[in-house]
């Protein structure tokens, strides 16, 4: 009886791709489906091993990028999805700008499958939007993502941790200098940790800039080794 009444479920409301809306064919499992999910590109081998910043002209060993070198950020390591192009990129402005929040399942079961087995975290804290962003956005796409992967990994998620306490000027047409400069001070925690192993979460990593300056806010703070999780890398 019950697999009728799923079957019956099904016939009458054949499950879609989040994204294109395309109804899947039957029997389908995956997230999205097959022509979204060949735009969603990963990142070339070439990149760096701390910041995964890809590499250009065809390097296809990872090794740390000369900013990583020079200035090594609080994180040790970054998973992303995918280059920030393409579907991944319209599914991400879908999510955040467009308010297709329920893509946030989809894509975190995405995101959770790039992230290692081994990797293990006692929390999970999403980058956080300043109060005046939040109330004209309404929802956190860091948060709402950082749930859907703290059930998959396991861990508790952490909202209040990491807030930030001024408003920043948008960071788009800033260089990376700039960027830092921009970020001084724009961030604190609220509580001081005995060496918590973090993932932090958020939906883009461009120059980095905005996860260095969160990193090293829970560093200083005590957490122990800081990881990070983005949708797309830059
Ligand atoms: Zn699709
Ligand atoms: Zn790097």
Known sequence: MLQFARWLF?????AACPLCKQTFPAGWAEPFCSSCSAGFLVLPSGRCSCCALPFGGGANSSHLCS???????????????GRYEKSLREAIHQ???NNQVSLDRPLAEILAAVIPPGCE?????????SPARLRHRSFNQALLLGRELGKRLAAPVENGLLVKQVETIAQHDLSAS?????LQGAFRVTRNLSG?????VDDVMTTGSTLRACS???QGAGSGDIQVAVLGRA
Do not use: G, M, T, Y
Request: aromatic content about 12%.
């Open 10 to 14: 099904q016939q009458l409301f054949p």
């Open 67 to 81: 900013r990583c070198l020079q200035n090594p950020p609080a994180f040790s390591q970054v998973h992303a999805l």
């Open 95 to 97: 999510f955040k700008f």
């Open 121 to 129: 975290f006692d929390l999970i804290v999403p980058v956080p939007l």
């Open 178 to 182: 700039e960027r830092q400069r921009n």
């Open 196 to 200: 918590e192993r973090v993932l932090l």
């Open 216 to 218: 090293s806010v829970l």
